[in-house]
């Protein structure tokens, strides 16, 4: 660090980047604090007011200069409408790593870097290391609170001038220490679920994008043994929220959805809805591809079990080969480690059941 040097903290009124500002300032470095505005549905109570005064109440009490950037088109396109169009598709998107990806970043560092920033923060609980001259991505110290599965879009360029302050506390000393500092967000709690869903059900957010009409459920052998409430509201794995007839009245799991017929298709045999094999698109490596012969992990779904598998990459693509038989969605993020470095991910294009 040099005396000068300018670090942009994205401040979103909550706990963990407040302290992190603060961190950041009592280790010498020049802080500005920064609100990303996101967007909001109208048909939602607008939070993003009450998040935008507790970040320039966090930023006056450090005494650091507030600055905001509004990011709600960007936000809306790359986030919300990229999830909605995932789930027409009869896919479980994961918006959260959209947002690290294209808006935190993405557009928000790239501005941040061209106002002068040397380095750019954020309040997750994850940490930055560094293996044969390149940059790592480490889990953060709290493995309940880790959140290097969404982060794993990171490039090189990226963990060059990004800081993690808080990735080796755990989230109890943070709220601890918010408290020694009299951070004004010391007790605020933390959000629940996707910010700009609210309140509501995904269900329910989605329908107001979705139309939905109810539909068919079929067994493994085309049969129709139930009802459901649309397809696109469904994921591989569920096993609530449908309706099966009487004389099928045991427990089933959803194996597929088609959104084009308006089917869910559903077995009560686990062999059927779980696989080891599954094929990856838009696979990004943080410092480079593990060989095809490596025991890793992979995470399918944030605080998942880790699963040992191989990857075979194919630049962009990958297959992946399971150890244990997993319950894997279309669309759904699978995230690679080497113990505790997260090596990058990709996104299901397709599973083989076996």
């Known amino acids: 660090m040099k005396s000068q040097d300018v670090v942009y903290v994205g401040l979103s009124g909550g706990v963990d980047s407040a302290v992190s500002a603060a961190l950041l300032q009592k280790q010498g470095y020049d802080v500005v604090g920064v609100f990303i505005k996101i967007w909001q549905p109208e048909f939602l109570e607008c939070t993003w007011e009450r998040d935008r005064l507790d970040a320039m109440r966090v930023a006056a009490h450090l005494s650091i200069p507030f600055r905001e950037i509004d990011l709600s088109q960007e936000y809306k396109k790359y986030v919300v409408e990229e999830m909605v169009a995932g ?12 947002c690290n990806q294209y808006i935190k970043f993405g557009t928000f560092f790239d501005w941040a870097r061209n106002e002068g920033a040397s380095y750019v923060a954020t309040g997750h609980y994850a940490r930055i290391g560094t293996r044969e001259k390149k940059y790592t991505l480490l889990r953060g110290s709290d493995t309940m609170k880790d959140q290097s599965y969404f982060l794993y879009t990171l490039t090189q360029e990226h963990l060059a001038h990004a800081l993690f302050p808080i990735g080796d506390m755990k989230k109890s000393d943070v709220r601890i220490l918010a408290g020694k500092m009299s951070i004004p967000t010391a007790r ?16 329910e957010f989605l329908s107001r994008y979705i139309p939905q009409k109810t539909g068919v459920v079929e067994n493994m052998k085309g049969r129709a043994i139930g009802t459901h409430g649309g397809a696109a509201l469904y994921t591989t794995g569920q096993r609530h929220g449908f309706f099966v007839f009487k004389e099928e009245n045991i427990p089933h799991f959803v194996v597929s959805t088609d959104t084009k017929r308006n089917v869910i298709i559903v077995s009560s045999r686990k062999e059927q809805w779980a696989t080891k094999n599954v094929a990856l698109r838009d696979v990004h490596w943080i410092s480079g591809a593990p060989s095809a012969s490596e025991r890793i992990v992979v995470e399918v779904r944030y605080r998942g079990r880790a699963t040992p598998c191989t990857v075979t990459d194919r630049v962009g693509r990958a297959v992946v080969a399971l150890d244990e038989a997993c319950v894997v969605a279309l669309g759904q993020v699978a995230v690679f480690y080497r113990e505790d470095e997260c090596l990058g991910g990709g996104t299901v294009s397709g599973t083989y059941l076996g």
């Open 188 to 203: 605020k709690p933390d959000s629940q679920g996707l910010c700009f869903v609210g309140d509501v059900s995904m269900g």
């Open 87 to 98: 789930y027409k598709r009869g896919e479980t998107p994961n918006p959260d790593t959209a």
